[in-house]
């Protein structure tokens, strides 16, 4: 495991310039680049914010005189959701997609996740921050506890990245789980309370719900920006728990497929 | 010597196959998971090479020439044995591998440069001497889509070339760009070779191997059957080859894109065909000027009352070099009745320049083949020209010059 990282260390310089490279990259052909990544989850948000908000708006706990309350739920949903797809579809497929590079190239593999992880990161602290400036200029301002946004970005991550660093080892062998996970990915959207609060859902449900750690993920952020409170900590503990495990299973796996990824790419 | 830089021991590489893939998956987790094929590509490969070393790799398609080069280079894993390497290597089998097209050749250069392992302050301080070695001019500066394949290939060539690697593989991919540019890749990788790299080329051309190697491997069916002169070896090599022609049928694949096509009423039909040397040996291999005899059995299946030999030597693209008949020659043989056998010796100087020539033969009853065709046999044998011995020189015919400098 030591070794994993280390090699990981000598080649820091290799991952940050394909970071760049790859947000360059963006840049190069078209006019809006990297804004396009951000530009979809927004107007996803928009086009829900606009047919659902008359619905939806007054069942919102303790915030039914604010009219600005259901677009800013959504959005921090939005957000937490983004992180964890984008983190975990491109982790799905780098390896199939870079099986030149692999095939060639002796360098170590762990690079590759590491170099999505970091450009997912980066267009997601982009997203934040358009978030942010929407919010603010539609005129909500956000508390205090917006400062745990870093802590709950960096939980949302390691979970993704874990889920993403199996799937995607898994899905060179058995190439099924490319087209499985995002509709499974689909599925778990709607249900988690992002686009409508959880308070709506029927009581015989909700227990279900809660397995999902993405619920109190999400609830965390929509916690942070919208509602001003804390995050739930002993949730958000098992989930680092359980993403740290996942991390560490990842890397196992990774480890053990890593000699055979090549025979069968 | 000093240590080797590359010691292979007992290498063996197995492609094993699962009833599934979920079967490979669960078998890492310990579960009693039996592989239902194991597909054994090498075994028992065991050589070092020494520092300044070059050593050829030859082998046919399929004997585990890429496979031994992966594992050498590290991107799989062998089953079992292992590889030592003692330093970098460097490797010209992915010349433009990871570039992208939309930066420029600089920008490519320090990306590619950060795969193999080097700092940004390392890259820093040879960036100059690549883009210098790469003459691209202005071009260093612009995206390489707007590149020509060569000049994407000098810069590859130039970023994988910026350190001296301790060992350097090398494939038939060294045909870079334009003859200039060939020329001074292959001085840079001598230099590096004098300054204690050591080469692995893989080539299928016995003059690259015979010139650039002072040994080489012959690797079939996974593994090494040869190990040491490259001439020696090239010679095992093309009787090899050798044999498994004369065991296929008459309608085969010699290479890529050649077809053997045999044609004719198959009333006499060329039984054997050979290209025997001085000594009296058959070979594929021949040295420019050397006096060859290519021997023609031909089988007669029914009593014909003319047979003409025609024969024709072709260069790899097919352009004839040389070709006549025992019509021209006055030597039709008459009267022939079935089971006869008759033998051609057909002597001649092999007054043709270095690379692979092909033999077609025809069995007629005139002059042209129009007539009556017996048998029609294109590629009916294959040999190769290597200047061992004389001056270098360009072009296909070997016109002994006698040059005087006053």
Known sequence: ?265 | MNQPVLQVDNLAKTYTQYRSELARVLSWTGLPIEPIAQHCVLQGISFAIEPGEAIGIVGQNGAGKSTLLKIVTGTQQPTTGTVSVNGRIGSILELGMGFNPDFTGRQNAFHSAGLMGFSQAEIESVIDRIERFAEVGTYFDQPVNTYSSGMQMRVAFSVITAFRPALLIVDEALSVGDAYFQHKSFNRIRDFQQQGSALLIVSHDANVIQSLCNRAILLDHGQVIQDGKPSAVMDYYNALIADKERATVSVKKVDADNLQTTSGTGEAIVDSIALIDATGKPTELVNVGDLVTLQVCVNVRKNLPIMVLGYMIKDRLGQVMYGTNTWHTQQAVKDLSQGDTVTYNIQFSMNLGPGNYSVSTALVNAETHMDQNYEWRDLAYVFEVANVNKVKFAGSAWLQPVIEVS
């Open chain 1, 1 to 265: 495991m030591k070794s994993l990282l280390l090699s990981a260390w000598r080649y820091r310089y290799f991952i940050l310039s394909s970071i760049k490279v790859d947000f360059r990259r963006r840049f190069v052909r078209s006019r809006l680049g990297g804004l396009w990544m951000i530009i979809n989850p927004l107007v996803q948000a928009a086009m829900f914010a606009l047919i659902l908000s008359q619905v939806l708006s007054g069942r919102l706990p303790d915030m039914s005189d604010n009219k600005l309350a259901y677009p800013v739920y959504l959005l921090s949903g939005t957000l937490a959701w983004n992180i964890f797809t984008e983190v975990i579809n491109r982790c799905l497929t780098v390896f199939i997609e870079n099986s030149n590079l692999l095939k060639k190239l002796v360098f170590p593999r762990i690079c590759l996740p590491m170099i999505v992880t970091g450009s997912a990161m980066i267009n997601n602290l982009l997203l934040l921050g358009s978030i942010l400036l929407i919010i603010i200029v539609l005129g909500f301002t956000p508390g205090y506890n917006v400062i745990w946004l870093p802590l709950l970005m960096v939980i949302t991550l390691t979970l993704s990245l874990g889920i993403g660093l199996i799937l995607g080892t898994l899905n060179v062998f058995i190439r099924d789980i490319g087209q499985i996970v995002p509709i499974v990915l689909q599925l778990g959207w709607w249900f988690t309370p992002i686009v409508y609060p959880a308070s709506i859902v029927p009581k015989a449900v909700l227990p279900f719900m809660r397995l999902n750690p993405m619920y109190w993920i999400v609830q965390s952020f929509q916690n942070a920006i919208l509602f001003n409170t804390p995050p739930t900590w002993i949730a958000l503990g098992c989930i680092t728990l359980i993403s740290l495990v996942l991390l560490r299973m990842s890397l196992i796996l990774f480890r053990r497929a890593s000699s055979e990824m090549v025979d069968v790419l």
